[in-house]
């Protein structure tokens, strides 16, 4: 099993940032991607970013996209989401999740998932 803590959420006002971390551990397989998903209250969970093992292969959901970054350091087990010029409508728990690849992963097809940490962004 792999278990998956998500770190750095919190409240902030919309323009302003925020840097998400996930970090992985227990027994994995691997190579695996990483990626993040969020729901909003009364929502269906999205997906919002997913990067392979060597990071040449990176998705986002178009409503994020030129404003999100996700990353990745093996050596730490860990994938970021730096958020920045974020807007209410991003507010969300997000989720960070792994699978096999990116594919699965975009939906969400054999995924690992971490218990969620809350963005809220005022405006």
């Known amino acids: 099993q792999v278990q998956l803590v998500e770190s750095g959420g919190g409240l902030v006002q919309a323009g302003g940032s925020l840097r998400l971390s996930c970090a992985a551990s227990?027994?994995?397989?691997?190579?695996?991607?990483m990626g993040w998903f969020r729901q909003a209250p009364g929502k269906e969970r999205e997906f919002v970013a997913a990067?392979?093992?060597?990071?040449?292969?990176?998705y986002y959901a178009e409503s994020v996209k030129g404003r999100f970054t996700i990353s990745r350091d093996n050596a730490k087990n860990t994938v970021y989401l730096q958020m920045n010029s974020l807007k209410p409508e991003d507010t969300a728990v997000y989720y960070c999740a792994t699978s096999r690849d990116t594919g699965r992963l975009r939906s969400g097809v054999d995924a690992n998932w971490g218990q969620g940490t809350q963005v809220t962004v005022s405006a």
């Open positions: 227990g027994r994995t397989a691997s190579p695996t991607s």
């Open positions: 990067i392979s093992w060597l990071g040449t292969i990176i």
